[in-house]
């Protein structure tokens, strides 16, 4: 029988998160992004594990900053978007939206996500129920728009939106419990959204991980992911305009937050 994939949430510089993935079949192991070098591989060589791909979001410094010590010290086939290659580390792989490659032997679907920065790809694994988001959706929140526009922002966001509403989504940042009280200046009647809110909490509180967090919460919740319903836009004040338009107020409130 064969295993699933083991998906490790890995803590890096002050609030980023890496995710190695672990096929126990083969022994390989893949990593989303690199924010630095020394968190990665004391975690490899604690679990005994090499490192035999590592799949690139975008292009920032806190994403890629480890990438050439562990391609020194590992030699991995290292993925990311082709229109992002001239500002990534070189690419032995370059793909763009509708591409799919093998990772670990499952399938994986790439989706441009565009927004946050140009170029941001994420990585949906179908087989693994996940999707590696970075800094496009995130737990309770999206990335802020250094790149793109808030159109783009949100015809990424509804990519996201359309998959499974069991997908995990493996995001790059603890930002969490600050996004979670933006979220209750937009919703403060939102039930599963204050529920939500005090878990996060909770979780804080003893030091655990926000990180991964379900689709289905995140559109029951994440007010980025519910600019288009009717309740919302009332409760911006903006009934009748486009779900883009309440979006860009979203963001522009959170920018301002």
Same mark, same amino acid.
């Given at each position: ?13 002050? *609030? ?8 126990? *079949? ?35 410094? *806190? ?118 009280? #933006? ?40 007010? #980025?992911?519910?600019?288009?319903? *009717? ?27």
């Amino acid at each position: 029988m064969t295993m699933p994939l083991e998906i490790v949430t890995l803590p890096c510089l002050s *609030d980023n998160y890496a995710f190695l993935m672990h096929n126990a *079949d083969s022994g390989q192991t893949a990593l989303v992004d690199a924010p630095e070098a020394a968190a990665i591989r004391s975690e490899l060589e604690r679990r005994g594990w090499g490192l035999d791909q590592i799949l690139l979001t975008h292009h920032h410094w *806190d994403h890629i900053d480890g990438v050439a010590d562990l391609r020194t010290a590992y030699d991995p086939q290292v993925i990311g978007a082709s229109a992002d290659a001239h500002r990534l580390p070189d690419l032995d792989l370059a793909v763009a939206e509708g591409d799919s490659f093998t990772c670990l032997g499952e399938e994986v679907s790439v989706l441009d996500v565009s927004g946050h920065t140009i170029g941001h790809i994420a990585f949906h694994i179908p087989s693994a129920a996940a999707v590696f988001t970075a800094d496009s959706l995130m737990a309770l929140g999206c990335g802020r728009l250094f790149e793109g526009t808030p159109d783009q922002m949100w015809q990424s966001l509804q990519k996201l939106a359309a998959l499974s509403g069991e997908t995990t989504v493996y995001s790059g940042h603890e930002y969490t419990q600050s996004n979670a009280r #933006f979220a209750l200046t937009i919703e403060p009647d939102n039930t599963a959204l204050q529920h939500r809110c005090k878990a996060i909490d909770a979780a804080r509180a003893k030091g655990e991980a926000t990180v991964p967090s379900q689709l289905q919460e995140e559109l029951d919740t994440n007010p #980025f992911l519910r600019a288009h319903l *009717d309740s919302l836009k009332q409760a911006v004040g903006m009934t009748g305009a486009s779900a883009a338009e309440v979006f860009a107020e979203i963001r522009a409130r959170k920018d301002k937050f």
